[in-house]
């Protein structure tokens, strides 16, 4: 692995890392900071943090290869947004239907989190803000590039996606249609966003939510109550 690539200790210190790079940009106000569960929260709550800006998810889900879930094949946000990996669009089409079912069986799993991560509360309003789009690392890109569309049909005025790593391929799909993007570090090798942490342990449900309610508290309690991590 090339040295000159930036390992970041977990997905906290990555956090802290985009959060830096973004307090140099000029963000036209109001600003909100929407995590891709659920890694991509961890990294988000930090970003949000450090803009003092709210903190909401954005509900996506990858569309995996059947026989192969880690394969992603496309994904959906919501609003009935579904993006097709473009390699695979024309060994599952639209009408395809096992691509059709593998996306309604993605359908239920986003509104079981949508129940779970609102606890009860509606999403912030994405209208007319700056959204700044969050994740732990882009692969294929395509939950990424299912977030932008599902930004832009809720009204986003402006849509920053900020990653901590991402392959050249993805960086390049989410250039074309994000407004503008901070990722960190393009490696020219890239196998899985994982070898970028030297702690990459897969936040559980119970983790997501536990952020979302620390970032509804005053920032000075919710600083109290997680730890900081130093950059790498």
Known sequence: MPLHYRIFEDRAAAGVALG????????????????LPRGGVAVAYEVARMLHAPLDVMLVRKIGMPGQPELAIGAIAADGVVVHEPHMKEEFPDSDPTFNGLVEGQRVELERRER??????????????????????????????????????AGANAIIVAAPVASRDSAKLIRAEADATVILETP?????????????????????????????????????????????
Request: charged share 25%; glycine share 8%; aromatic share 6%.
């Open 20 to 35: 830096l790079e973004l307090q140099r940009r000029p963000l036209r106000p109001p600003v909100l900071v929407l995590g």
């Open 116 to 153: 779970l991560y609102r606890a009860g509360l509606g999403p912030l309003d994405i209208e007319g803000k700056t959204v700044i789009l969050v994740d732990d690392g882009l692969a294929t890109g395509s939950t990424m590039l299912a977030a932008i569309r599902g930004a832009h049909r």
């Open 188 to 232: 020219t090798t890239f196998l899985a966003i994982g070898e970028w942490y030297r702690n990459f342990e897969q936040l559980d449900d119970a983790e997501v939510c536990h952020l979302l309610e620390l970032s509804r508290q005053p920032l000075e309690d919710s600083h109290a109550q997680i730890p900081r991590a130093a950059d790498t």
